[in-house]
């Protein structure tokens, strides 16, 4: 009984062995040249979605984030779209009650390449609205998504946006 042991400890060492080597070069398959373009052309895309949001309004933000079942945006500590659904839902009730926008990336727009197709964005924000009674509001935050690169373009696949609030008090 004994002898049979010695067997199959090995056998199974084996197989774990095999089966992480395969998990560490799935995960190495994004080289730093692979990398270098998932972040150049994140940086790309978040310009193409400031310029369309600005051209377009609330509208725009509807070809960018995912029609997927994955999909999901967050605000101040809520969810706001549990699925791409409600996000078209709430975008076009949204866009109807703005007359202009304006979308500004902050400097510090970082790119976190994790897969070819998968990369983090964070980013400060600043947003100009003007509603379709003139009103204008300047709002400033945070940003931060899942990119994902899926049926030959990037797309935002899950979403967080908050809005900064006063400094704090100096004690």
Known sequence: MRTWQWFVLPAVVLLVACGSNHLSSTQQSLTSERAT??????????????????????????????????????????????????????????????????????????????TPELAVVAAPWHEIRIDNAGNRVDESGYFTAIAEYKDGRWQFRDAHWSVAGPPPAVQ
């Open 37 to 114: 373009e998932v972040e150049r052309d994140v940086r790309a895309y978040t310009g193409v979605v400031a310029r369309d949001v600005t051209q377009d309004g609330p509208a725009a933000w509807r070809k960018h984030f995912a029609d997927s079942p994955e999909f999901f945006m967050a605000s101040e500590g809520r969810l706001v779209f549990p699925n791409s659904a409600a996000a078209t839902a709430g975008i076009q009730q949204f866009a109807g009650t703005i007359k202009h926008m304006e979308l500004e990336w902050g400097h510090d727009l970082r790119v976190d390449p994790l």
